[in-house]
């Protein structure tokens, strides 16, 4: 899907070189030199535009899905899952909306027992 996306720009940029670069073979001077450039440049956005297309759809079967569908569903609009090397509160804590006491400042903690 990706690659017919990417042929609509790739195909008037294409056109639009050539177009260019006819009107700039008709031209004299410093506006056939600026013509050529110029379709020199529309063909190389076109082609990056192919690239690009090319890679998008390369990193989009890699992690079997869209940006899209991962911003939607991902851990940031999903239920928190319990792991607590994961950020968020953590159910059952001290200190939290459960009413249970405040943790301890570590100033405030005894020292550890020396040998």
Known sequence: ?????????????????????????????AFRTFGKYL????????ALVVLGAVFAAAHHCRHGSSMVERDMHGPMHAPWSGDPRSFGPRG???????GGPAP???????PPATH
């Open 1 to 29: 899907m990706v690659y017919f996306l990417a042929l609509i720009p790739a195909t008037g940029l294409t056109i639009a070189g050539y177009f260019v670069l006819y009107l700039a073979n008709r031209s004299e001077g």
């Open 39 to 46: 379709a020199f440049w529309a063909f190389t956005l076109a």
């Open 92 to 98: 059952g804590e001290q200190g939290e909306s459960q």
């Open 104 to 110: 301890s400042s570590p100033a405030s903690a005894a």
